[in-house]
């Protein structure tokens, strides 16, 4: 009569498994949603809040049949609140409504500005800083939502909204429009520079002629001597 027990028992222990590594990736199927916070719900009801680890896989142990709902609450702390259900066999989640986005920026001259910061606000919230590439592009993956994209070089900075819905572009230009000695110059400031580069040589030449008329004067003063 020991026997039923024991083997109720075994059913029970057979039927709790590991659900995992279940792998989360962004919509192209290939980025890990590394940092995304989630929610494990297992078939009793019970909850738990997982964050993604660097290797973009989580396990959760004691699953009954293998199965748990996976609830992506958000990543890069944007929500994005997309729901599914894992099993045994199918343990990979592909989020939806993840979309790259691509920021350009340019100078006055449409020049593409490497090194130049970048800074992606959600609702007031910086979600994510980075620096363009030689080319002046940065290429990240975001939750569709809306943002403000911020760029900024040399000292100059400017902002662009863009409401990402799909893959996109962003081009934020600068008035940049030269740089001379790692110093970021408008075109206004180079006209200054030219004008000011125009008006030295005749600034010079007054200067040179007042000073021939000055010294002549004084020479002239000179040989003719004092006044009897």
Known sequence: MRVWPVLAALIVVSQLAAAGPIALLASDGRTPLVGAEIVAEKLDGTRIPLTVPPEGTVTVREVPLGVLKITVVSWKGVPINYTCVVTPTNAT????????????????????????????????????????????????????????????????????????????????????????????LSSGEVMGLIALAALIPLVLFVIAYEYAQWRRKRILKVVAGPQS
């Open 93 to 184: 989640v592909t989020v939806p409504r993840v979309y790259r986005l691509t920021v350009s920026v340019v100078g006055s001259r449409g020049q593409g500005l490497g090194r130049a910061s970048v800074e992606i606000v959600y609702e007031g919230r910086s979600v994510e800083k980075g620096i363009t590439d030689e080319a002046g592009s940065y290429v990240t993956l975001l939750p569709a939502a809306s943002y403000i994209v911020r760029a900024g070089y040399g000292g100059k900075t400017a902002e662009k909204q863009v409401d990402l819905a799909a893959p996109d572009r962003v081009t934020v230009q600068l008035d940049v429009f030269a740089e001379i000695g790692g110093i970021a």
